[in-house]
Each structure stands twice: as structure tokens, then as C-alpha cells.
């Protein structure tokens, strides 16, 4: 399916879900770079009820995954399971599911590293929908939480393709191949392809879409 056809399919499975929840909180997974976070921009603009979220931005900062980094001996699992402040993360959920206020959170900046923009959220909406990887993960607190699944599965080679485009764009001079020893994106692909084969998220998932 193509991104249209995508998001308009996510749509109406959200929406049916929502007609029997006071508050719906939805979970997209999905490889790195297969489009989680262009269908949830999409979605968003097809549903006026639908609460936006990005898990990275619940990513510690910098200098603290550096520090994780540099204590483990598998650099994989820092990534798979330690980057993302899931106490932070877990309290802005549960503050969604019991109240209808506006949420202030400042959250990671990728370019600087910090934690410092501040980002408001309007949890009087009725419909959460966050995307990132991992997000099924059994080990990791905040997959209690969600109350339906999506996941994006598609060819991985061409979402490689697409992904180091990307990166290559956005970094530019500064981009490091994903064969470079110093390169951290090489270590989230290692823990994406132990966390699909070992747990098969889309096995888990209430709606399963292809990615052309």
C-alpha cells in the first residue's frame, strides 16, 4: 500500500476502535525508517480527535546514553532497551489516560542532544497515537500501556535505502556509514533485528500494514 492508501486504512481501524473507549491509546511499530512517523502526520490530519506523539521524544540525552554506552558491553541493548527515560514516558501515558488538561513536556532535541524543547499536548483529545520502535518490546514497561497495536512490516532493503538517504540528507558531513565501527545507527538495526526475530511484533498486532 501506498502512504495514502495506509493511512486511510489506519483510520478506520482507529476510528471503530475509539467508538467504544472514553480515551484509545494506540501504538505503531514498525522497522526504522518504514514510515511510522509520515502515516502518524497523515492520520492527524485525517482525524481531528488524534493526539500525535513521538517516542523520541522521551530519549534521555545525549550524554546520559553516552554514559550508558560506554558501561555496557553490548551497545545493542543500550539501544534496544535504555535509551528512552521510561519513567517520564509512562507518566505523561498515564497522565493522558486520566486527565483532559493541556501537558507541557520538554523533550529531546536530536540535534543538540538535550532534552530542552518544550512541547504542549492537549490531552483532552480522545485518541492517543504514538509511533516509534520497540514499542511492543515485553521487556519494556510502557507496552502495557497500549490498547491497540499497529505495525508496519515491509522489504528491508528498500527502507535502508530510504532510511541512509535520509540520514545522509539531515547529517551530511557528519554522516557515518552504517558499516563505520563509531556508527550508533549499526547497533539500533543489530537490536531491531533481535527484537523482530525474537518477538515478532507483528504477530502481537491488532492491524498489520504493507509498506510498498
Not at 467508538?19 to 491509546?25: A, H, M, P, V
Not at 494506540?26 to 480527535?49: C, E, F, H, R, S
Amino acid at each position: 500500500m501506498n502512504q495514502e492508501e495506509l493511512s486511510e486504512k489506519a483510520n478506520e481501524a482507529i476510528t471503530l476502535w475509539a467508538e467504544s473507549s472514553s480515551k484509545l491509546i494506540v501504538a505503531i511499530d514498525g522497522y526504522t525508517g518504514i514510515g511510522k512517523t509520515t502515516l502518524l502526520d497523515n492520520l492527524v490530519k485525517l482525524n481531528p480527535d488524534i493526539l500525535a506523539v513521538n517516542r523520541d521524544d522521551f530519549t534521555f540525552s545525549r550524554k546520559i546514553v553516552h554514559e550508558k554506552l560506554a558501561n555496557s558491553e553490548d551497545k545493542s541493548k543500550v539501544f534496544e532497551l535504555e535509551v528512552v527515560d521510561s519513567q517520564k514516558f509512562s507518566d505523561f501515558i498515564t497522565a493522558f489516560k486520566n486527565t483532559n488538561t493541556l501537558c507541557k513536556v520538554n523533550t529531546y532535541d536530536g540535534v543538540s542532544g538535550e532534552v530542552n524543547i518544550p512541547k504542549t499536548f492537549d490531552f483532552s483529545k480522545k485518541i492517543m497515537v504514538i509511533e516509534g520502535v520497540f514499542m511492543f518490546h515485553p521487556e519494556l514497561p510502557h507496552n502495557k500501556f497500549w490498547d491497540k497495536r499497529i505495525y508496519l512490516e515491509g522489504d528491508i532493503n528498500k527502507i535502508a535505502e530510504r532510511r541512509m538517504k535520509r540520514e545522509k540528507e539531515r547529517w551530511g558531513k557528519d554522516y557515518f556509514p552504517e558499516t563505520h565501527p563509531d556508527s550508533y545507527f549499526k547497533q539500533v538495526c543489530i537490536a531491531l533485528d533481535r527484537y523482530i526475530g525474537s518477538y515478532h511484533p507483528g504477530k502481537v498486532a491488532d492491524l498489520v500494514l504493507r509498506v510498498d
